[in-house]
T-cell receptor, first 115, second 110 residues
Framework: DADVTQTPRNRITKTGKRIMLECSQT?????MYWYRQDPGLGLRLIYY???????NKGEISDGYSVSRQAQAKFSLSLESAIPNQTALYFC??????????????FGEGSRLTVL | AQSVTQPDIHITVSEGASLELRCNYS??????LFWYVQSPGQGLQLLLK??????LVQGIKGFEAEFKRSQSSFNLRKPSVHWSDAAEYFC????????FGAGTRLTVKP
């Protein structure tokens, strides 16, 4: 099983619908992140969390919300999806304290299409 | 906020030629720097990282990168490119709110 699991892997939805992307990890890491990837724009940070009580906005948080339900779970919600939120979404984890490098461990991605 | 610039959107090199991918960063303190690679349709794989010590770091697949504080750069190099190196390469700066560059797509000519 993957250490960082994203569900769903693919989703097609319509404008105005509410969508939730879920991320769970078995690595025991404190830090979790959500990114979106668009061609030519790289990965852009949406939200990040350093523990269950700590949620921070990233570069492009408008139109998104998150929930850190437990150390191992971090969900991304689109309350009312719009077509320009069509993208590949990645969840990632890191553990700066124990590894002292802060490298990110990524899930396999969730491809979202908003029609 | 920190930021990363990868000036080259697309680079084409011949197989066996040397490669250098550029990365410039902006960060207020000592940065943690990373290079990731993404093959078509795949996730992201860490190539190498720098957070302290020797400024020349070695990574997987024969890649290396050099941290130059005076130039705010962390360029990725490989002495001899293989066809399997064709992919998209991302530079990132951390360690907190990790930011990525827009990526450089590498094409390898036979």
């Amino acid at each position: 099983d993957a250490d960082v699991t994203q569900t769903p892997r693919n989703r097609i939805t319509k404008t105005g619908k509410r969508i939730m992307l879920e991320c769970s990890q078995t690595k025991g890491h404190d830090r979790m992140y959500w990114y979106r990837q668009d061609p030519g724009l790289g990965l852009r940070l949406i939200y990040y969390s350093f523990d269950v009580k700590d949620i921070n906005k990233g570069e492009i948080s408008d139109g998104y919300s998150v929930s850190r339900q437990a150390q191992a779970k971090f969900s991304l919600s689109l309350e009312s999806a719009i077509p320009n939120q069509t993208a590949l979404y990645f969840c990632a984890t890191s553990d700066l304290m124990s590894s002292n490098t802060g490298e990110l461990f990524f899930g396999e991605g969730s491809r979202l299409t908003v029609l | 906020a920190q930021s990363v610039t990868q000036p080259d959107i697309h680079i084409t090199v011949s197989e066996g030629a040397s490669l250098e991918l550029r990365c410039n960063y902006s960060y207020g303190a000592t940065p943690y720097l990373f290079w990731y690679v993404q093959s078509p349709g795949q996730g992201l794989q860490l190539l190498l990282k720098y957070f302290s010590g020797d400024t020349l770091v070695q990574g997987i697949k024969g890649f290396e990168a050099e941290f130059k504080r005076s130039q705010s750069s962390f360029n990725l190099r490989k002495p001899s490119v293989h066809w399997s190196d064709a992919a998209e390469y991302f530079c990132a700066v951390g360690p907190n709110d990790m930011r990525f560059g827009a990526g450089t797509r590498l094409t390898v000519k036979p």
